[in-house]
């Protein structure tokens, strides 16, 4: 009940790249048999990938990770832009490779950061955004999808005021892959940002889409790999993994929202019906298929997420990056959700392997443990 923290890699994925860990092993950058033969692997895997996104092959940028991604987009069309403007414009429920790195660049390169509102689930004000942009705005970043509460932004129309102030726009798309449009010319983006992680691919690969002609600057340097933007050996594996992993999630994309939409409905509506005091959060409908996000009234989420994992259920209290931090959830308390309804929170994220009985056995054992510790805790649901 964990699948946003991460995947397993699919056994398909896994039987395409096994050769590559250890027969097949060559760098790309070396000119000889076995480097012809990554590097070849290398740009197949490109051009899958390129032809899903409905992009050319060479705006196909890989790195090590969404973070690093997001780091790349951010700061170097920041550092590109300097001299034209320092003005960034992201929302306060980004997930923290996002918010910390427009506090990176405001506490050391100058630039000024707009923390968008959001409303109470999770959704930003196109007004407000539209008030927000002014001469100096170089980049705004706002996420496809929020990774804690499963909300989805209306990405089509915040690109739309973007190009029409000349903003250059980048969404991170870490938990929409596989569920979400990814056709980037349909949605209209500069950038977009893609972990394999989240998509039953190896970990340790991310990428990057940048649209020709967006100006960047290097995050890494070095031997100049990826036309010069993320030097470093290519992780030939992890690319290659990435590719088949992007198809099957595209190619089972329709059947696989539809199954998860119904269990994560059937958790929703079975735990609010055994249990008093259970909130959602994020939106009851513009929400990803697999995300339930639910604040248990008078409960310390801490103290329930043992207690699940005592049944042998993994959940989550938010995102997994910030997991040993017992602060409440950023993204729960811009939505306005009360301190104590934030540590309340407990997140459920489907997936493949997610079937009806575990959603059963979940809404089975819950009421009982919510009872217990809602008579141990101080906090009163009142």
Same mark, same amino acid.
């Given at each position: 009940?964990?699948? /946003? /923290?991460t995947?397993?890699?699919?056994?398909?994925?896994?039987?395409?790249?096994?050769?590559?860990?250890?027969?097949?092993?060559?760098?790309?950058?070396?000119?000889n048999y076995?480097?012809?033969?990554?590097?070849?692997?290398?740009?197949?895997a490109?051009n899958?990938?390129?032809k899903i996104?409905?992009?050319?092959?060479?705006?196909?940028i890989?790195?090590?990770?969404?973070?690093?991604?997001?780091?790349?987009?951010?700061?170097?069309?920041?550092?590109?832009?300097?001299?034209?403007?320092?003005?960034i414009?992201?929302?306060?429920?980004?997930h923290?490779?996002?918010?910390?790195?427009?506090?990176?660049?405001?506490?050391?390169?100058?630039f000024?950061?707009?923390?968008?509102?959001?409303?109470?689930?999770?959704?930003?004000?196109?007004?407000?955004?539209?008030?927000?942009?002014n001469?100096?705005?170089?980049?705004?970043?706002?996420?496809?999808a929020?990774?804690?509460?499963g909300t989805?932004?209306p990405?089509?129309e915040?690109?739309?005021?973007?190009?029409?102030?000349?903003?250059?726009?980048?969404?991170?798309?870490?938990?929409?892959?596989?569920y979400?449009?990814?056709d980037?010319?349909?949605?209209?983006?500069?950038?977009?940002?893609?972990?394999?992680s989240?998509?039953?691919?190896?970990?340790?690969?991310?990428?990057?889409y940048?649209?020709?002609?967006?100006?960047?600057?290097?995050i890494?340097?070095?031997?100049g790999?990826?036309?010069?933007?993320?030097?470093?050996t290519?992780?030939?594996?992890?690319?290659?993994?990435?590719?088949?992993?992007?198809?099957?999630?595209?190619?089972?994309?329709?059947?696989?929202?539809?199954?998860?939409?119904?269990l994560?409905?059937?958790l929703?509506n079975?735990?609010?019906?055994?249990?008093?005091?259970v909130?959602?959060n994020?939106?009851?409908?513009?929400?990803?298929?697999?995300?339930?996000?639910?604040?248990?009234?008078?409960?310390?989420?801490?103290?329930?997420?043992?207690?699940?994992?005592?049944?042998g259920?993994?959940?989550?209290?938010?995102?997994?990056c910030?997991?040993r931090?017992?602060? /409440?959830?950023?993204?729960?308390?811009a939505?306005?959700?009360?301190?104590e309804?934030?540590?309340?929170?407990?997140r459920?994220?489907?997936g493949?392997?997610?079937?009806?009985?575990?959603?059963k056995?979940?809404?089975?054992?819950?009421p009982?443990?919510?009872?217990?510790?809602?008579?141990?805790?101080p906090?009163?649901?009142?």
């Amino acid at each position: 009940m964990d699948y /946003a /923290a991460t995947t397993y890699v699919d056994p398909e994925v896994k039987k395409e790249i096994d050769s590559y860990f250890t027969e097949r092993f060559g760098n790309p950058g070396s000119f000889n048999y076995f480097g012809l033969e990554a590097k070849n692997a290398v740009n197949d895997a490109r051009n899958r990938i390129a032809k899903i996104l409905n992009a050319d092959s060479d705006e196909v940028i890989f790195t090590g990770s969404g973070t690093e991604s997001i780091n790349l987009a951010i700061k170097g069309v920041a550092r590109a832009l300097k001299t034209k403007g320092n003005h960034i414009i992201t929302q306060k429920t980004e997930h923290h490779a996002v918010i910390d790195t427009c506090k990176y660049l405001e506490s050391n390169e100058g630039f000024e950061v707009t923390y968008l509102n959001v409303d109470k689930y999770g959704l930003i004000n196109l007004d407000e955004l539209k008030k927000v942009i002014n001469k100096r705005t170089i980049l705004i970043s706002i996420m496809h999808a929020n990774n804690e509460i499963g909300t989805v932004q209306p990405i089509k129309e915040i690109v739309k005021i973007a190009k029409k102030n000349n903003v250059i726009f980048h969404t991170d798309a870490c938990q929409a892959a596989g569920y979400l449009e990814l056709d980037v010319k349909r949605l209209g983006v500069d950038m977009m940002t893609i972990n394999g992680s989240k998509l039953y691919a190896p970990k340790g690969i991310g990428l990057l889409y940048l649209k020709k002609g967006v100006p960047i600057e290097p995050i890494l340097h070095g031997g100049g790999q990826e036309f010069g933007l993320r030097s470093g050996t290519e992780n030939v594996p992890g690319i290659i993994g990435l590719a088949k992993a992007i198809e099957i999630s595209e190619r089972i994309k329709k059947t696989e929202c539809k199954r998860l939409s119904k269990l994560r409905d059937m958790l929703i509506n079975g735990l609010q019906g055994k249990i008093k005091n259970v909130m959602l959060n994020g939106h009851t409908k513009t929400r990803l298929p697999n995300n339930a996000n639910l604040s248990f009234l008078g409960v310390e989420g801490e103290s329930l997420l043992l207690h699940l994992n005592e049944e042998g259920i993994c959940a989550a209290t938010g995102s997994a990056c910030t997991s040993r931090n017992l602060e /409440a959830s950023h993204v729960l308390l811009a939505t306005g959700l009360k301190t104590e309804a934030a540590h309340g929170s407990i997140r459920f994220t489907l997936g493949r392997k997610t079937k009806e009985e575990d959603i059963k056995k979940v809404i089975r054992v819950m009421p009982k443990m919510v009872e217990t510790l809602r008579m141990l805790s101080p906090i009163h649901v009142d």
